[in-house]
Structures are given as structure tokens and as C-alpha cells.
């Protein structure tokens, strides 16, 4: 686990829809509550869902999928800001090594050597849902990103379940006395990694303050939150906070 004096935290998975843009907005908030400098992007393009909903505090955005704006990711450490966060889209180690490497998905070793160089260190923040996809997604980015010059964060989006045993492809499981899957959770947590479980919401809330753009911070004051809504959004924040207290030092907020 390395100590630099900014961080480059990109929230990753392999596939869509496993609560990037969640993680990314509440850490967002954390980052403004604790006055901590940090640049914010939103590597989806305008249509982002990060980008929507902090387009009035300056969240930058960016398609990483474009030739023409990809380097945005590189670039961005190029800044007095002690973090830098991007939401990415899924499937974006393939687009980081077209950056400086081969651009094949399999290496990024020259990404991360110029990050070095540049006084960055970079965490990767694993957004891990049910499916064997994001399990397997962990995976390819410990072979692709390695851990020596790399931390890792794998957060269990709890928004449809209870425990970790709802996770079977990330956690494992046993048949006939033989364990199956959780290899990439056995890597990473043996590499010093961190495994923290971030919160659900209740459906009806997120519906109303997915559609209406709302900051998580400002629920409190939205009236058109039902007064439960809103103590269920406060709840959803205080509880991410908790959760993500072991994961602080590598998310930069230590």
C-alpha cells in the first residue's frame, strides 16, 4: 500500500449497471464534507450520471471511449488537487491501454509507471454486484494493473441483498466439499486490498432522486422527498460512511 501526495481513484468494472455512479456520487459528497481538494469526472460522456448531477459544482466530463479525449484520464493528474475521481464506463481497461500502451486490455504498465513518476498513486474501486461478470471483472484488472504500484477497493453493492453470501461468484461457495469462485477476492484482500460494503437504498427513494438529479447532501432539504424518503436517503449516507471508513487511506481521505 503506497502513500503519495495525490491519488487517482477510478471507479471500474467490467460490465454496466453494478453501481459505479452510485459509489462515485457518494464519495463525491464525502470528498466536499471533509473539504478534501478533489477533481471530479465523468468519463460517460455528457450523458453521465455523475456529470447531471454535479454539473454545478464543476464535475468535469468526457467520453474515454472518443480518440480524441481519452488522454483526459492522464492528463487529469496534472493538477494541485490532492484526488483526482473518474467514474468510468464499463469495460474501460481496454480504453486506459490504448493511452500509452498496446491497447490490447493486457497491459498498462506504462500508464501506471508515468503516474509514478508524476507523484500519482492510483486506486482502482471494484464495484462488485451478484453476477459472476463483476467477479470475474476484479480479476482481469489485477492481471491487467497488477498490485505493486496499484491499490484496490472491491465494494459490495448491497442494493439487492443482505450479506456477502448473496455474492456467491465473488465470495465462493462449496459443492461437495470443493470451493468454487473467489479467487479474485482471495488476490486482492492478499495483496492488501480492501473489501467494503456499500449500502442499498430503498427502491422508491432512489427512483425519485435518480430522476430528479438530486445530490445525496441535499436530499435533506428536497420537499419533494416524503419525510420518510428523506430520512431513508440520510440513513443510505450515514451507513455508506461507516462502511467505507477501513477503505479512507486509499481512497484519499485519510
Not at 455508506?240 to 471508513?245: D, I, P, Q, R, T
Request: proline share 2%; hydrophobic share 40%.
Amino acid at each position: 500500500m503506497g502513500d503519495s501526495k495525490r491519488r487517482l481513484v477510478l471507479a471500474v468494472s467490467g460490465k454496466g449497471g453494478v453501481g459505479k455512479t452510485t459509489f462515485a456520487k457518494l464519495l463525491t459528497d464525502l470528498y466536499h464534507a471533509a473539504g478534501t481538494k478533489a477533481d471530479i469526472y465523468d468519463a460517460d460522456g455528457q450523458v453521465g450520471g455523475l456529470a447531471r448531477v454535479y454539473y454545478d459544482v464543476g464535475v468535469n466530463f468526457y467520453d474515454l471511449r472518443q480518440d480524441s479525449d481519452r488522454a483526459t484520464l492522464l492528463d487529469s493528474i496534472d493538477t494541485s488537487s490532492n484526488v483526482i475521481l473518474h467514474d468510468l464506463p464499463g469495460g474501460s481497461r481496454f480504453e486506459i491501454s490504448k493511452i500509452l500502451d498496446d491497447g490490447d486490455g493486457a497491459s498498462v504498465a506504462k500508464f501506471v509507471e508515468i503516474l509514478g513518476e508524476n507523484g500519482a498513486r492510483l486506486t482502482l474501486v471494484h464495484l462488485v454486484d451478484n453476477g459472476i461478470e463483476a467477479a470475474q471483472s476484479v480479476g482481469q484488472y489485477l492481471d491487467v494493473f497488477g498490485t505493486d504500484d496499484v491499490d484496490h477497493v472491491a465494494v459490495l453493492n448491497m442494493r439487492e441483498s443482505k450479506s456477502s453470501a448473496d455474492f456467491p461468484y465473488w465470495s465462493g461457495y462449496e459443492v461437495d466439499g470443493v470451493r468454487k469462485y473467489g479467487k479474485a477476492r482471495d488476490r486482492l484482500l492478499a495483496a492488501g486490498g480492501v473489501e467494503i460494503a456499500m449500502p442499498g437504498l430503498h427502491v422508491v427513494a432512489r427512483a425519485k432522486v435518480d430522476a430528479m438529479n438530486l445530490k445525496y447532501s441535499d436530499c435533506a432539504r428536497q420537499r419533494d422527498l416524503t419525510l420518510t424518503e428523506r430520512a431513508l436517503v440520510s440513513q443510505f449516507v450515514k451507513g455508506f460512511g461507516k462502511a467505507v471508513e477501513p477503505a479512507k487511506p486509499l481512497l484519499g481521505l485519510a
